[in-house]
């Protein structure tokens, strides 16, 4: 890990331009001179006038969301490139239309940055940004750069579209519906601890290097999530529309919770279905965490988590890409984690909460 990290981030290296020799319009166009139009179907003006100008697929229905990250509460610059801070930055926002069963087509950007930063700093920001809009087929339409007292956030808003007969909500699960998700979990907590472990022995000791061998998998399932929209085509494929559907990105029994609030339902999830790839197991076990306590908790993951009804059964259950975990109830019989032996254990949402002291 570099001592001078942050600030060789920041400052974009040994050859640094200041953003105020360019001024706002004109880091605007040199940061958004590369992206590609993907949908020109839906995008009939995107980057360089005073609004974007969007045709809504016909017979479809458009979806809206959007994030903000903050320097030092969503990502700490100690150990997060910027380049992978930028795709992340938008996966996590693709991840959303993904989320009601639906396809993204455009984002729209605003940044608030301090001269801390460089151009240069910048340029990498949205090449993470490029890549992410480029694999997944999105189009950057706008947004906005203003300075920053201090520090780094990202505003970012998702435009998707889709059927609206085949839009899944966070209410609509039924007793005797299959609980399902997409992947594995826990990797990205994995990858959480190994940083944050790098970087207190970086801070006691400047001269130490990283050792993250044989933890690729776990670092990226942190540091660049991938949005399941791979998932949204193969359920379209299978002609299955989830009966409710979220995304994993505050712990697996927050978002179970979640679905079974807005459903009015229980759930009984089963704990040695909960699906955790080898490489996190051994990560954890180095921090004494039991696989299922970070897929219940750790977040970040970015799993479809989503109901199915019974009668899709069979369209799903030799698919690689979806475990069945567990199923709704009725709402009197609780919302519960089913061990292999033992009672029935109280599902609690202990995973990210925004406003929680820190």
Known sequence: MDKNLNENQAQGGENRTELEELGEFGLIDRLTESFSVHNPQSTLKG????????????GQVQLV?????????????TYCPLKHLGYKAIAVNLS?????????????????????YSLEALEELYAGMRLCCDRYGVDLVGGDTVSSRAGLAISVTVIGYAEPQKVAYRGGAKENDLLCVSGNLGGAYAGLLLLEREKREFLANPKMQPDFQDFSYVLERQLKPEPRLDIVD????????????IDVSDGLASE?????????CGCMLYQSKIPVDAETCKALEMFKILP???ALSGGEDYELLFTVAQK??????????????????????????????GSLIPLTA????????R
């Not at 006038?49 to 697929?57: C, H, I, K, T």
Request: aromatic fraction near 4%; avoid cysteine.
């Open 292 to 294: 299922e306590t970070a």
């Open 234 to 245: 193969l359920l379209a494929e299978l002609n299955v529309v989830p009966t409710s559907m």
């Open 350 to 357: 202990q995973g990210w909460q925004a406003f929680n002291k």
């Open 47 to 58: 980057v360089g006038d005073d609004a974007a100008v969007l045709q809504m697929p016909q």
């Open 312 to 341: 899709d059964y069979e369209k799903i259950k030799d698919n690689a890409k979806i475990k069945i975990i567990g199923h709704m109830v009725e709402k009197a019989q609780g919302t519960f984690l089913v061990p292999e032996n």
């Open 96 to 116: 959303d239309i993904a989320a009601m069963n639906a396809k993204p087509a455009q984002v729209l950007v605003g940044i608030a940055v301090s001269n801390r």
């Open 65 to 77: 969301s959007k994030d903000l990250l903050m320097e030092g509460v969503h990502f700490d610059m």
């Open 256 to 264: 179970i919770l979640h679905l079974s609030k807005a459903s009015d």
